[in-house]
């Protein structure tokens, strides 16, 4: 199953040439260090050289002429530590540095760290130049993790259905472990480190307090062994009312002394069996979740709680800032800002307050959380969602580097120009030291991990984005799709251009101009923009687009709900008006007549229908463009593309048709030409029922 292998194909180098380069700059390795996480160096450089070259690579434990050399700073000769001063003071404890020198006139090619796991970093990017075909006679790079903490957040459940997840299920077999390791783990573990992912929060946000038994611990303690040598730390969600579902205490008051010491005792019966483990990642007080409110106690009051349990033992507290309130009449877009912004500096040192990328819900376009930038003195966390649930789950192709990318270079304005929020989330805009990136996996245990095969690219992008967040998502694709298919340039080339393409087409027939939050409702598969039957206002998609007779769009300004107002200038006052807020955002903050006039002289209307319309012919040209790569890829993973291109291309369709059969009821006016008339009525499009879709259960209603 070549799916399996992910980007770490290590295809058979076959040109004469660079093969020969190749073997002859490299004819031995030698390891300084001797630990596991050289072992698992060097286990990787054997799985590579098998499949490059159809050989092992010769082990030496002196040093050869022409041989890759692995050894830390310290175990370099004193002459050679002077040599690289410079070097090695560009890089941190996390990263490497690879170069080709000469040394007692041998020839050397030399991968060297700080500590062990830039060793085995540096050997998965020397790995990766050669899965590129790049020249390696003159290499010289030096490369660090930009943020501290890259890790995965699976909503994965102890009875293994993923929640939001559509590539079957988890892949922790907690029934079987700890005595069954799947070689799974072991091939999770080797993807996540060679592009630097160094956590894993192995539960779901909406939490079991189960996992922080004496039995759980233990399964959960196997995944840190085994994931240990990769330099991945295993975290675990924590359901705020643990202590007492438990039976063990009467309340979760944070502030009451036997609430403390349970969490205490807790996080040292943890470490005991798993000494680096990560930590806690806390959904609180949100959509039902149990939380220090529910006592009458603040957020920080509950993290700090938590924080002071695990401070002993250099564990930290993620607490999500995903927050809105039923009860709360003010807009749900405004509500984390309002709640969390006043806490500002209150937090543990060890606290990382972890923000989704916007403020409504991993939308396929949303405008950054203004919560970036507006707290200076409390270490922030970037949550991307990597399943794609808002997004055609693993059945769309859609490049979500990109749009990751898009958020990340975004001007928050907040401490001046330039105060983009990778400058927060790295933390060089208001110096922190403690960093993160989370992101929520859309891995299950599919054969090829992630059900559709370009979904791999969206856990790979994550993490190079993890690694570095001012990377262009270009590059992020070509090195994916090189690894993962093909280097022929045709290839890379046009389907790099399809990919970066993906998201722009997913936003037009899903949600143009700024819709948001129209999705049908629970599963969120598929259009659904007339719900307005739940019982949670805000859950309902007429909340969000508030279409009617005299307009569509949510205003966000100061007439409105002024969301705005969260913003920085000079956002808040460009986004203020209609004219000078992008036009991709148009509806976020908006409420508009339908004859609005747009840049273009075309009405609102006109622009939205031929937008729906554009995305349609957008899938359709994917099809198009992957047809034409059938030579570069193989049968089972061209097959299965193409199949789900088709999937596509139909809930394309069915999005425009659906959405725009729905708002023409307010709009009132004709479709343009190029667009073609819904094949059937409004009703037809709200019958529609899902008992099949993901995320459900079956059944006839
Ligand atoms: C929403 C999902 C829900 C999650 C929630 C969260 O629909 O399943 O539990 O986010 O992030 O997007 O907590």
């Not at 969000?544 to 107002?565: E, I, W």
Request: aromatic fraction near 12%.
């Amino acid at each position: 199953q070549k799916g399996h292998d992910l980007w770490l194909q290590y295809a058979e180098i076959t040109g004469d040439n660079l093969k020969n380069t190749y073997l002859d700059e490299i004819q031995s390795v030698t390891f300084s260090s001797q630990s596991e996480t050289t072992g698992k160096a060097q286990e990787e450089l054997q799985i590579a050289w098998r499949s490059f070259f159809g050989q092992e690579l010769a082990v030496n434990t002196t040093l050869q002429n022409k041989a890759l050399w692995l050894a830390t700073e310290k175990e370099l000769p004193k002459p050679l530590q002077q040599q690289l001063k410079t070097d090695f003071a560009h890089i941190n404890e996390e990263g490497f540095l690879i170069k080709k020198l000469q040394f007692k006139g041998k020839a050397i090619m030399l991968i060297s760290a700080k500590k062990e796991i830039g060793l085995l970093y540096g050997t998965f990017r020397f790995l990766k130049e050669l899965q590129l075909h790049q020249p390696i006679e003159k290499i010289a790079i030096t490369d660090s993790p930009k943020i501290q903490k890259r890790v995965l957040n699976h909503w994965d459940n102890l009875d293994r259905t993923v929640e939001r997840g559509y590539a079957g299920f988890s892949i922790w077999d907690w029934h079987l472990l700890p005595e069954l390791i799947k070689p799974e783990y072991i091939d999770y573990a080797r993807a996540n480190a060679s592009v630097g992912i160094n956590g894993t929060v192995l539960t779901n946000v909406n939490a079991n307090s189960l996992v922080l038994s004496p039995q759980y611990i233990e399964k959960v303690q196997a995944l840190a062994d085994v994931f240990r040598p990769y330099g991945i730390q295993v975290y675990l969600t924590a359901r705020f009312s643990s202590p007492v579902e438990t039976g063990d205490l009467e309340t979760a008051d944070p502030l009451d002394p036997e609430v403390r010491k349970w969490w205490k005792n807790k996080a040292d019966e943890i470490y005991q069996s798993i000494p680096d483990f990560g930590g806690f990642l806390v959904k609180a007080n949100s959509e039902g979740q149990p939380g220090p409110n529910n006592y009458g106690r603040t957020h920080v009051d509950g993290a700090n709680m938590m924080a002071e349990a695990l401070a002993p033992h250099n564990g930290i507290v993620m607490w999500r800032a995903f927050v809105y309130s039923e009860d709360d009449p003010e807009d749900r877009a405004k509500q984390a800002y309002s709640e969390f912004v006043p806490f500002d500096g209150q937090f543990a040192e060890n606290v990382l307050i972890q923000v989704k990328n916007g403020p409504i819900d991993f939308q396929p376009r949303e405008p950054f959380h203004p919560i970036f930038g507006a707290m200076p003195d409390t270490p922030l966390m970037m949550e991307f969602q990597i399943t794609q649930e808002y997004l055609g789950f693993s059945s769309h192709l859609v490049y979500l580097p990109k749009m990751f990318q898009e958020t990340l270079e975004t001007d928050t304005y907040t401490a001046g120009k330039n105060s983009t929020v990778a400058k927060v989330i790295d933390g060089s805009l208001s110096h922190k030291k403690l960093t993160g990136m989370a992101g929520v996996a859309n891995i299950g245990n599919e054969s090829n991990w992630t059900g559709h095969p370009f979904g791999q690219a969206n856990w790979y992008g994550f993490g190079r984005l993890a690694w570095n967040p001012y990377l262009d998502s270009r590059t992020i694709a070509e090195d994916w799709l090189k690894m993962t298919f093909s280097t022929d340039e045709e290839f890379v080339r046009t389907v790099s251009d399809m990919m970066l393409q993906s998201r722009e087409s997913v936003v037009k027939y899903m949600t143009p101009l700024g819709l948001h939050h129209i999705m049908a409702t629970g599963h969120h598969y598929g259009p659904g923009p007339w719900v307005s039957n739940l019982s949670r206002p805000e859950w309902n998609p007429v909340y969000y687009h508030k279409a009617d007779s005299l307009g569509v769009g949510f205003d966000r300004t100061t007439s409105g709900s002024d969301a705005l107002s969260q913003y920085a200038n000079p956002i808040q006052q460009e986004y203020e008006n209609p004219e000078t807020t992008p036009e991709e955002f148009l509806l976020w903050f908006h409420h508009l007549p339908w004859d609005y006039q747009m840049k273009n002289g075309k009405t609102l209307w006109f622009n939205m229908s031929s937008t729906y319309q554009e995305g349609v012919e957008e899938v359709q040209k994917m099809i198009q463009t992957w047809q034409g790569m059938k030579k570069f890829v193989d049968e089972q993973r061209f097959q299965k593309v193409s199949m789900l291109l088709q999937i596509q291309l139909k809930e394309a369709r069915w999005w425009r048709d659906a959405c725009l059969s729905y708002f023409k009821q307010f709009s009132k006016m004709e479709l343009p030409e190029n667009v073609p008339q819904p094949e059937h009525n409004l009703d037809y499009y709200k019958s529609l029922k899902f008992p099949f879709a993901p995320g459900i259960r079956p059944s006839w209603n």
